[in-house]
């Protein structure tokens, strides 16, 4: 077979047809070398790999700058309203490509390192451009590929592409989710320094630093509440540009980072102990130290409390500055009256981990401006929109009331008297209803008192929303169901999307130029056109094209994977992938089950042709999560067994994919022929993994769950493998107790299975390693994993079924592919402007900084 193109020479193709212009190659060029002499201050002939990343970063990044000041200029000048998304986690990956992407700067930079290279010949050839990213690290701003986290990062990215004055705002964590190492099969998490060598992207903004307040005490006086004796933290803020495609529109990404002030601990110094007095610094500045790698379950530390505080308080009066002046470079005050702050500010609450904006919005106008508590209570719930992400009870943060009281004093009383208006306000539209008063409150009575942060978000906003429409029915009809029933007109559903540009131009270019050639370049800030390849699905030319990409890909995964795992890879094998945060609802273990299955089946008849399958497993497990590592080390167990098995030969191999981030995800998902997407139903609020795999040519297998109804239902349920329960199936066996005896004794093979994990036919070395795994499935499975397993088994059969018929295998993933168009971000970002935030996106093109303004 003939070897395929890489990636460099793909964009090379597609920037032919305009998709990337080569731009000024000699300003790039001559750019690139002032950096790596001047700024590295180094010989050529001695500069290394990280040197020639960070000199093209450099490069690239000047082209952005001037964008960047203008778009703000831009936005002072017209005063829009801004949109200020607020996330405690922010994944964005790796940067410089996807810059580049949205400039249209890919190949003049390629073009520009291909003149440069022969004089040093240090990285043979331009394509290195391209990969030099790999000599950097991913910025790690936020928690591995959850939906919530790289979800915001697509958000970003669509809002500036549509034009709208957009900030995200959260934390830069100096250590943000671990790096994942299998040792013996086991997890191990490393601490990811990603701020070792820089970032070339940020800017560090001291003059904007921000004090945030903690403990002291509350007074009442005549001229209003005082919070005194406060202990300060300093705020500094770091600045990141995003860049929209092709639109020279360019907002920020704002993230704060803990600073102590120079008195911190003073007293210390008059006992003469400044040493004590300095190293105590760093209880200040450990708010931004760490990431907490919890996914999907609430834990309620102080240190956790105080980021989701520091955050909100910096972003407040962030905001609140930028409201009272409205000319570039005025600091002066320009609004006093806060009547219009709804009309010019909107928060949108990712998640409720920045759910302390609404008392603090509250206490910022009711203590510090002297609103009336009344007209303050309208102009925050005006203001602020909450996103639901989870329906999991235990991700569902509930913080004690005695935490808050010693932590944040005034807040505690801001929240009682929220409630208790709340509660009032219900007990006269169902007096006597003691229940609902009790279900509603914002504070959970109890041994210990706590507040339930999701009620205080739904008080306090004007707009809830879920992130998938099954999501969205289970958050009104179960989650919020109280709460639908007093204000229904505030529940809105706005199912997520993913950016195409990084999710198929930047990561797929083969495919991308597949499309190109098609149907032109419009899909790529519209991504319905893509409808327009529907009438080629039997395109015998196209389907040829579709299935080269796809096998050009695999081929250059394979290489990548016996690079790294030493397994040998059949590449005509199909890839079968399960990628997403190890976690009992996502289901994993099922997908073991059917892996042993289907060795045990190959052993017992090895003369049978059975479809080859490489098994692919990945994603990270909370460092806590006993259950999670285990079926990590399951995993890898089963593939210990599996690979080397003679008689099992190139049929079936099974992988972990170790450290799954997105730069693996980029290369992975463009790779994939089927994308596993098996949770329980009504337990995925949407999954953005889904859709990747989705634009990028993968067939699914799921389960009526999250985005994957949505999917269904876009390119027709008979085009993905849909299985197993569904909602109401899953409430019918809770009402009549599920008993996983009951499968276990029914149906051979899956007693067959669980038996070897049981006996330790897959930890011969330790034979009860996994009876934790086996008791939770027979004995405490919420996620009913056993009911599931002969549909999805079967489900599975058909897979192999059609795989063996490649040409019907393709003609199904193009028509994915073609109605994969509702799940863009800009889709998305469209619906919650309109819908939510009352903007409307702007196609308009800032000129960019060559062009004189008018």
Known sequence: ???????????????????????????????????????????RNVATPRDYFFALAHTVRDHLVGRWIRTQQHYYERDPKRIYYLSLEFYMGRTLQNTMVNLGLQNACDEAIYQVQ????????????????????????????????????????????????????????????????IVNGWQVEEADDWLRYGNPWEKARPEYMLPVHFYGRVEHTPDGVKWLDTQVVLAMPYDTPVPGYKNNTVNTMRLWSAKAPNDFKLQDFNVGDYIEAVLDRNLA??????????????????????????????????????????????????????????????????????????????????????????????????????????????????????????????????????????????????????????????????????????????????????VARIHSEIVKQSVFKDFYELEPEKFQN?????????????????????????????FLTDLSQLK?????????????????????????????????????????????????????????????????????????????????????IGGKAAPGYHMAKLIIKLVTSIGDVVNRDPVVGDRLKVIFLENYRVSLAEKVIPAADLSQQISTAGTEASGTGNMKFMLNGALTIGTMDGANVEMAEEAGAENLFIFGLRVEDVEALDQKGYNAREYYDRLPELKQAVDQISSGFFSPKEPDCFKDVVNMLMHHDRFKVFADYDAYVRCQAQVDQLYRNPKEWTKKVIRNIACSGKFSSDRTITEYAREIWGVEPSDLQIPPPNIPRD
């Open 1 to 43: 077979m003939a070897k395929p193109l890489t990636d460099s020479e793909k964009r090379k193709q597609i920037s032919v047809r305009g998709l990337a212009g080569l731009g000024d190659v000699a300003e790039v060029r001559k750019s690139f070398n002032r950096h790596l002499h001047f700024t590295l201050v180094k010989d």
């Open 532 to 616: 327009k390849l529907l009438p080629l699905v039997n395109d015998e030319a196209f389907i040829r094209d579709v299935a080269k990409v796809k096998q050009e890909n695999k081929l250059k995964f394979s290489a990548f994977l016996e690079k790294e795992y030493k397994v040998k890879i059949n590449p005509s094998s199909m890839f079968d992938v399960h990628v997403k945060r190890i976690h009992e609802y996502k289901r994993q273990l099922l997908n073991c089950l059917h892996v042993v299955t289907l060795y045990n089946r190959i052993k017992r008849d090895p003369a049978k042709a059975f479809v080859p399958r490489t098994v692919m």
């Open 118 to 181: 022969p004089v040093s010949g240090l990285l043979g050839g331009p394509s290195w451009c391209l990969r030099s990213e790999s000599m950097s690290t991913d910025v790690r701003t936020g928690s591995s590929l959850g939906m919530g986290r790289f979800m915001a990062s697509c958000f970003l990215d669509s809002m500036a592409t549509l034009g709208l004055a957009a900030y995200g705002y959260g934390i830069r964590y100096e250590f943000g989710i671990f790096n994942q190492k």
């Open 494 to 522: 706005k199912t997520n999307g993913i950016t195409p540009r990084r999710w198929l131009l930047l990561c797929n270019p083969g495919l991308a130029d597949t499309i190109v050639e098609k149907i032109g370049e419009e």
């Open 285 to 466: 500045e450990n708010i931004s130290r760490v990431l907490y790698p919890n996914d999907n379950f609430f834990e309620g530390k102080e240190l956790r409390l105080k980021q989701e505080y520091f955050v909100v308080a910096a972003t407040l009066q962030d905001i609140i500055r930028r409201f009272k002046s409205s000319k570039f470079g005025c600091r002066d005050p320009v609004r006093t009256c806060f009547e219009t702050f709804p009309d010019k500010v909107a928060i949108q609450l990712n998640d409720t981990h920045p759910a302390l904006s609404i008392p603090e919005l509250m206490r910022i106008l009711v203590d510090v401006e002297k609103v009336d508590w009344d007209k303050a209570w309208e102009i925050t719930k005006k203001t602020c929109a909450y996103t639901n992400h989870t329906v999991l009870p235990e991700a569902l943060e509930r913080w004690p009331v005695s935490m808050f009281e010693k932590l944040l004093p005034r807040h505690l009383e801001i929240i009682y008297a929220i409630n208790q208006r709340h509660l009032d306000h219900v007990a006269a539209l169902f007096p006597g209803d003691v229940d609902r008063l009790r279900r509603m409150s914002v504070i959970e009575e109890g041994d210990c008192k706590r507040i339930n942060m999701a009620h205080l978000c739904v008080i306090g906003s004007h707009a809830v929303n879920g």
